[in-house]
C-alpha cells in the first residue's frame, strides 16, 4: 500500500508524516488568513454596504461558529470514515466558490444565505477539520512539535491580513473577496492531493517507527476497517471509542474549559480591527496589527507544542489560557498604538498556544481510534464560547459604545478555564487493547 502515496515524495529519505504536517501548514495559513482573520478587515466595509450595525454583522459570524459546531461531529466522522483528502477536495471547493459568490451578493440576507451555505461549510469540511486530524494521526511522540507545525499556518494567515487590507481600500471589498475564493482554490485544491489518513494503511507507523509485538490482540478500527496497532515501540495509547468518551465526566470538563477560552478568542478576533479603528488606528494600521497578532502566534505554538511533548500537557494548556485572559485585559486598557505591542506580545502566545494544545491535549487523553469524531462533538459541544463571544462584544458595543466590559468579561472566564484546567487529569482506560494514559 505504500505505492498509494504520491511517487515524488515516497523518492525522498523523509517520514511521509512531515509532508502532511507541511500541507496542513500551508492550507491552514490561507484558510486562516482569509477567514478566520481576514474577515475582520471586510466588517465595517460590509456593514457599511448594508447599513446595518454590529450586533447584527457579528451575528453570521455567531451562526457559522454554531454551524461549525453542529457540522463537527459530522466532519471528524467523515475524515475518520473516508480519509482527509477527499473531504479536504470538497471542502475547499465550495469555499472558494463561496467567496466568489459573495463578491455579487446584492443584500444582507444573501450575504448570511452565501457565507453560512458556502464559506462556512467549506472551511470547516475542507481545511479545520482534516488539516487538524491529519497529522494527529501520523504523530505519537513528536505529536506537540507536529501539531505546533500545522497550526502555525494560522500564524503565517497573518501576513495575508494586511494584503486583504489594501485590496479592500484598492479595490474594494467585492473584488478582494472574489481574488480570496481564487487563491483558495489555487493553494486549497493541490494541497488536498497530498493527504493522507493514518500511516498504517500504508506499511508505516506514527513517527516513522516500528511495531513492537503487542501481547494483546489487535482492534478493528470502527472507522474504516483497518486493523489498529496498541502498541508501538513500547508506546501505549488512549483508544477510546466516541461512547466511551462520551461516558467520561474528563470530556464534558474539557468542552466547558475550551468554551471558556473561545470566549475570548472569537470575539477578539473578529473585533478586534473595529476596537483599533475605534481608538483612532487607521485601517490599514489596524489590519496589520492583527496580522502581527497572528504571526507572533507562531512563537506560541512551536513553544508551547514543542513544551507539550515534554510536561503535563494540562499545565501547558493552562498556562495558554492565562495569557489568552491577559491579553484581553490589556485590550480592555489599550488608548494608544505602543499599548498593542503588550497585547501582541502576551495574548498572540497565548493564542497560538492554546490553538495547538486543544488537539493535542484531546489526541493524549482519548486516542487515535476516533479522534475526528471526538474531536468533532467536543467542537460542537464547546461551541458556546465562539457563538456567544462575538454576538456578546458586539451587543456591548452598540449599548455602551465600548468593548471595554466584554473584553473584562472574556478575562475572567480565561482565568476560570485556567484554573479548572489545572486539575482536569486524563481519563484512565482499562479495556484490553488500550492503555492508561497520564501526563
Request: net charge neutral; proline share 5%; charged share 10%.
Amino acid at each position: 500500500m505504500l505505492n498509494s502515496l504520491p511517487y515524488a515524495l515516497r523518492l525522498q529519505q523523509v517520514y511521509y508524516g512531515w509532508w502532511i504536517v507541511f500541507a496542513s501548514m500551508i492550507v491552514l495559513s490561507v484558510g486562516a488568513g482569509i477567514y478566520w482573520l481576514g474577515f475582520g478587515v471586510f466588517f465595517l466595509p460590509l456593514a457599511n454596504e448594508f447599513a446595518t450595525n454590529r450586533t447584527v454583522l457579528s451575528g453570521v459570524i455567531s451562526i457559522s461558529q454554531l454551524e461549525g459546531g453542529l457540522l463537527g461531529p459530522v466532519g471528524g466522522y467523515l475524515v475518520d470514515r473516508f480519509g482527509p483528502r477527499r473531504i479536504m477536495l470538497f471542502g475547499v471547493t465550495i469555499m472558494g466558490f463561496g467567496f466568489i459568490w459573495m463578491s455579487l451578493v446584492q443584500s444582507l440576507v444573501m450575504f448570511y444565505v452565501v457565507y453560512l451555505l458556502l464559506i462556512s461549510v467549506g472551511m470547516s469540511l475542507g481545511v479545520r477539520v482534516p488539516a487538524l486530524v491529519a497529522p494527529t494521526n501520523w504523530f505519537v511522540r513528536k505529536r506537540g512539535i507536529a501539531l505546533g507545525i500545522s497550526t502555525s499556518g494560522v500564524g503565517l494567515g497573518g501576513l495575508i491580513v494586511p494584503l486583504l487590507g489594501w485590496l479592500v481600500i484598492s479595490l474594494g471589498w467585492r473584488p478582494t473577496a472574489a481574488i480570496a475564493g481564487i487563491l483558495i482554490w489555487v493553494v486549497g485544491l493541490p494541497l488536498a492531493a497530498v493527504m493522507r489518513h493514518r500511516p498504517e494503511q500504508y506499511g508505516l507507523l506514527p513517527d516513522g517507527r516500528t511495531i513492537t509485538p503487542s501481547p494483546e490482540p489487535q482492534q478493528p478500527d470502527s472507522h474504516g476497517g483497518e486493523e489498529f496497532p496498541a502498541s508501538v515501540e513500547g508506546d501505549v495509547e488512549a483508544t477510546y471509542s466516541i461512547g466511551e468518551a462520551l461516558r467520561t465526566p474528563v470530556f464534558w470538563l474539557l468542552c466547558v474549559v475550551f468554551g471558556l477560552r473561545q470566549l475570548i478568542i472569537g470575539a477578539i478576533g473578529l473585533h478586534q480591527v473595529p476596537f483599533l479603528i475605534g481608538i483612532g488606528i487607521n485601517p490599514q494600521m489596524a489590519a496589520t496589527v492583527l496580522g502581527m497578532t497572528a504571526v507572533t502566534s507562531i512563537l506560541g505554538r512551536l513553544g508551547f507544542g514543542w513544551l507539550a511533548d515534554r510536561i503535563p500537557k494540562r499545565f501547558v494548556m493552562a498556562i495558554t489560557i492565562g495569557l489568552a485572559a491577559a491579553g484581553s485585559l490589556i485590550l480592555a486598557y489599550v488608548t494608544v498604538w505602543w499599548q498593542l505591542i503588550f497585547f501582541v506580545l502576551i495574548y498572540g502566545i497565548g493564542w497560538g498556544g492554546g490553538a495547538t494544545t486543544m488537539s493535542i491535549v484531546r489526541a493524549e487523553y482519548f486516542g487515535r481510534r476516533a479522534f475526528g469524531t471526538i474531536s468533532g462533538m467536543m467542537d460542537f459541544v464547546q461551541m458556546f464560547g465562539l457563538v456567544l463571544g462575538p454576538v456578546f462584544a458586539g451587543f456591548v458595543y452598540d449599548v455602551t459604545e465600548s468593548y471595554y466590559l466584554a473584553f473584562m468579561v472574556f478575562a475572567v472566564s480565561g482565568a476560570m478555564g485556567a484554573l479548572i484546567m489545572v486539575f482536569l487529569h486524563p481519563p484512565q482506560q482499562s479495556t484490553a487493547g488500550s492503555a492508561v494514559v497520564h501526563d
